[in-house]
C-alpha cells in the first residue's frame, strides 16, 4: 500500500483472541471472588488463574497495537476514533461510579430516613423494627453487622489524597515534557507518577488490613461495609490498572516510541489517570468525610 493509501484507507485489523480472552479472564477472576468470599478453597485459586490470563492478555494486546503503531497504520481518521472511544469508554466509567455513588446517597439520605420513620413510610417502623436507629454509619438493624469503627477521613485516607493529586500534577508535568521534546522531563514524570500510585495501592492495602484486623469493618458489617469495600475496593482496582498502564507507556517512552505530534497512547492513559484522581475525591468527600 502507498503512502497515499495509507493515508486515506482506514486501518482494519486482523481478527483478534483479546477480546475472548479479556471477556474470559475477566469472568474467571469474578467466579473465582465469589467463591472466595463465601469460603470456598477453591476460590482463590480460580482468582490467581483469572489474573494470570488477563495479565498474558494485557501484554499480548499491548504487543500488537503497539506493533500497529510503529508501523505507521494508523491515519488521522483512526486517531480520531481512537479519542472517540477512550471518550466514551471513560464515560462509561463515570457512570459506573455514579451508579455506586447513587446507591450510597439513596441509603443515606432515603432509605434511613424512611426506616427511622421518617416520611410517608413513618406507619411501617413498628411493623419492620422499632428500635432501628437511622443514624449513618449504619450495620443494619439490631447491630446485624457487628459493632465496628467507621474508617476516618484523616489518617490514611489523607495522604492518599496528597499521593493522587500529586501525582496527577506529575503525569501533567510528563505531558508538559513530552510536548516539548525533553525525554528526561518525560521519564521522570512517568516514574514518579507510577510510584505514587503505588504507594496509594500499598496505603489502601495496609488500610484494609486495618480495618478488618482492628475495626471490624468488613463485607459483613452491614450496609456501611459493603458500601465501602465496593468504592474503595473498584477504585483500588482502577489505580493498579492505571499503573499498570504507565508502566506500558514508561516503557514506551524509554524506547523513544513517541514525539510531540505522535503520542496518543500517553494522552489515553493521562485521561484515564485524571478520571481516577477525580473518582478518589469523590470518595474521600462522600464515603471518608461525611
Same mark, same amino acid.
Given at each position: 500500500?502507498?503512502?497515499t493509501e495509507?493515508?486515506?484507507?482506514?486501518?482494519?485489523?486482523?481478527?483478534?483472541? *483479546?477480546? !475472548?480472552?479479556?471477556?474470559v479472564?475477566?469472568?474467571?477472576?469474578?467466579? @473465582? =471472588?465469589?467463591?472466595?468470599?463465601?469460603? /470456598? %478453597?477453591?476460590?482463590?485459586f480460580?482468582?490467581?488463574?483469572?489474573?494470570?490470563?488477563?495479565?498474558?492478555?494485557?501484554?499480548g494486546?499491548?504487543?500488537?497495537?503497539?506493533?500497529?503503531?510503529?508501523?505507521?497504520?494508523?491515519?488521522?481518521?483512526?486517531?480520531?476514533?481512537?479519542?472517540?472511544?477512550?471518550? *466514551?469508554? !471513560?464515560?462509561?466509567?463515570?457512570?459506573?461510579?455514579?451508579?455506586?455513588? @447513587? =446507591?450510597?446517597?439513596?441509603?443515606?439520605? /432515603? %432509605?434511613?430516613?424512611?426506616?427511622?420513620?421518617?416520611?410517608?413510610?413513618?406507619?411501617?417502623?413498628?411493623?419492620?423494627?422499632?428500635?432501628?436507629?437511622?443514624?449513618?454509619p449504619?450495620?443494619?438493624?439490631?447491630?446485624?453487622?457487628?459493632?465496628?469503627?467507621?474508617?476516618?477521613?484523616?489518617?490514611?485516607?489523607?495522604?492518599?489524597?496528597?499521593?493522587?493529586?500529586?501525582s496527577?500534577a506529575?503525569i501533567t508535568?510528563?505531558h508538559?515534557?513530552?510536548?516539548?521534546d525533553?525525554?528526561?522531563?518525560?521519564?521522570?514524570?512517568?516514574?514518579?507518577?507510577?510510584?505514587?500510585?503505588?504507594?496509594?495501592?500499598?496505603?489502601?492495602?495496609?488500610?484494609?488490613?486495618?480495618?478488618?484486623?482492628?475495626?471490624?469493618?468488613?463485607?459483613?458489617?452491614?450496609?456501611?461495609?459493603?458500601?465501602?469495600y465496593?468504592?474503595?475496593?473498584?477504585?483500588?482496582?482502577?489505580?493498579?490498572?492505571?499503573?499498570?498502564?504507565?508502566?506500558?507507556?514508561?516503557?514506551?517512552?524509554?524506547?523513544?516510541?513517541?514525539?510531540?505530534h505522535?503520542?496518543?497512547?500517553?494522552?489515553?492513559?493521562?485521561w484515564?489517570?485524571?478520571?481516577?484522581?477525580?473518582?478518589?475525591?469523590?470518595?474521600?468527600?462522600?464515603?471518608?468525610?461525611f
Amino acid at each position: 500500500m502507498s503512502t497515499t493509501e495509507q493515508q486515506t484507507a482506514y486501518f482494519i485489523p486482523e481478527p483478534s483472541p *483479546w477480546p !475472548i480472552i479479556g471477556m474470559v479472564s475477566l469472568l474467571t477472576t469474578l467466579i @473465582g =471472588a465469589v467463591l472466595a468470599m463465601n469460603s /470456598v %478453597a477453591v476460590g482463590k485459586f480460580i482468582v490467581i488463574a483469572g489474573l494470570l490470563l488477563f495479565a498474558y492478555l494485557l501484554f499480548g494486546w499491548f504487543r500488537d497495537v503497539i506493533s500497529e503503531n510503529l508501523a505507521d497504520s494508523y491515519n488521522q481518521q483512526v486517531d480520531r476514533s481512537f479519542r472517540m472511544g477512550m471518550f *466514551w469508554f !471513560i464515560a462509561s466509567e463515570v457512570f459506573f461510579f455514579l451508579a455506586f455513588f @447513587g =446507591a450510597l446517597f439513596y441509603i443515606r439520605n /432515603v %432509605a434511613l430516613p424512611w426506616l427511622g420513620g421518617e416520611g410517608y413510610l413513618s406507619a411501617t417502623r413498628e411493623i419492620l423494627y422499632s428500635q432501628f436507629d437511622p443514624a449513618w454509619p449504619s450495620q443494619g438493624p439490631g447491630a446485624l453487622g457487628g459493632d465496628f469503627t467507621p474508617m476516618g477521613a484523616w489518617g490514611i485516607p489523607a495522604i492518599n489524597t496528597l499521593l493522587l493529586l500529586s501525582s496527577g500534577a506529575t503525569i501533567t508535568w510528563a505531558h508538559w515534557g513530552l510536548k516539548q521534546d525533553n525525554q528526561k522531563t518525560l521519564i521522570r514524570g512517568l516514574t514518579a507518577t507510577i510510584a505514587l500510585g503505588l504507594l496509594f495501592v500499598c496505603f489502601q492495602a495496609y488500610e484494609y488490613f486495618h480495618a478488618y484486623a482492628e475495626l471490624n469493618l468488613t463485607l459483613q458489617t452491614g450496609v456501611y461495609g459493603s458500601t465501602f469495600y465496593m468504592l474503595t475496593g473498584f477504585h483500588g482496582f482502577h489505580v493498579t490498572m492505571g499503573a499498570i498502564m504507565l508502566m506500558a507507556i514508561l516503557g514506551r517512552s524509554l524506547k523513544g516510541h513517541f514525539s510531540t505530534h505522535n503520542h496518543f497512547a500517553f494522552e489515553a492513559v493521562a485521561w484515564y489517570w485524571h478520571f481516577v484522581d477525580v473518582v478518589w475525591l469523590g470518595l474521600f468527600i462522600f464515603v471518608y468525610w461525611f
